[in-house]
């Protein structure tokens, strides 16, 4: 069982927006910075957010990231028929040694 | 631009060992690390350690403790990671990426290769 909980999916209407849930506990979201990836169909996974709301170059601002207290949200705005793709949090936590853990992806569909 | 390449599709025999390797191209290899991250067949993203690629230090999820091992070669600016002791749930893609950062901010895996299909079988 993946530690950090997300939705299994989500859907919404090109040009709409959506948000994608990551739950975590105290030794983790809570303590840590959170980073956000997409894994297209049948690639390898991309940076999109990391410490929590920064975007790499390149990364459109549709795309954007919180953080509170034990959660965190990744949200998409005008969404694209190319944004459909699985995506993934991740973080530390601080109660498995500090190892690096991920959510278990949602599947983002666009309707 | 910066890149990492993945060595090719493996099919190992339960119980042997494989090794992927990682070839990185245009930063300076010794100033990131190198993350591992698998991927089982329809299934999420799961961490498997980290290694510099400055001084070759390694940090190893506890559930591979024992059976993989990270190195580097500064020399050619490569990564390895060997799993041993294969099972048929270790069939998974198998993918590298350029780690930086800290606890304390600007910390992120970014890229990644392309991947590496381990599939053990017997």
């Known amino acids: 069982q993946p530690v950090l909980t997300q939705p299994p999916s989500v859907s919404a209407a090109p040009g709409q927006k959506v948000t994608i849930s990551c739950s975590g506990i105290?030794?983790?979201?809570?303590?840590?910075?959170v980073s956000w990836y997409q894994q297209l169909p049948g690639t390898a996974p991309r940076l999109l957010i990391y410490?929590?709301?920064r975007r790499p170059s390149g990364i459109p601002d549709r795309f954007s990231g919180s953080k509170s207290g034990t959660s965190a949200t990744l949200g998409i705005s005008g969404l694209q028929t190319g944004d459909e793709a699985d995506y993934y949090c991740?973080?530390?936590?601080?109660?498995?040694?500090?190892?690096?853990?991920f959510g278990g992806g949602t599947k983002l569909t666009v309707l | 631009q910066v890149q990492l390449v993945q060595s090719g599709a493996e099919v190992k025999r339960p119980g042997a060992s494989v090794t992927v390797s990682c070839k990185a191209s245009?930063?300076?290899?010794?100033?990131?690390?190198i993350v591992w991250v698998r991927q089982a067949p329809g299934q999420g993203l799961e961490w498997m350690g980290w290694i510099s690629g400055y001084d070759g230090n390694t940090y190893t999820a506890q559930k591979f403790q024992g059976r993989v091992t990270m190195t580097t070669d500064t020399s050619t600016s490569a990564a390895y990671m060997e799993l041993r002791s294969l099972r048929s749930d270790d069939t998974a893609v198998y993918y590298c990426?350029?780690?930086?950062?800290?606890?304390?901010?600007?910390?992120?895996?970014?890229?990644w290769g392309q991947g590496t299909l381990v599939t053990v079988s017997s």
């Open positions: 105290s030794s983790n979201i809570a303590a840590n910075y």
């Open positions: 410490d929590n709301n």
């Open positions: 245009g930063y300076t290899f010794n100033t990131y690390g």
């Open positions: 990426a350029r780690h930086k950062g800290g606890r304390d901010g600007d910390n992120w895996f970014d890229p």
């Open positions: 991740e973080t530390w936590d601080t109660s498995l040694n500090d190892e690096r853990v």
